[in-house]
């Protein structure tokens, strides 16, 4: 079972084989996304936050009950 409090990087951890480094290459937010309306490319999870702006992710309200 997962925790509910993942970070991203976390998530991405899930999907990376062992040994590999996370890949930002050629990743780009673009000015719909960025927080001053400009495309930015991407370089790592800090570059990620800088210029992206949070989004509030739906998380249920309940507590599933795990036997």
């Known amino acids: 079972m997962l925790?509910?409090?993942l970070t991203y990087e976390e998530i991405l951890r899930l999907f990376v084989?062992?040994?590999q480094e996370n890949s930002?290459?050629?990743v780009i937010v673009d000015a719909k996304s960025s927080v001053d309306g400009l495309?930015?490319?991407v370089d790592s999870f800090e570059?990620?936050?800088k210029y992206t702006e949070p989004v509030k992710q739906f998380k249920p309200e309940?507590?599933?009950i795990v036997d």
């Open 39 to 41: 495309f930015h490319k």
């Open 17 to 19: 084989n062992d040994g």
């Open 24 to 26: 930002f290459d050629g």
């Open 47 to 49: 570059d990620f936050y």
């Open 3 to 5: 925790s509910d409090d």
């Open 62 to 64: 309940y507590k599933p």
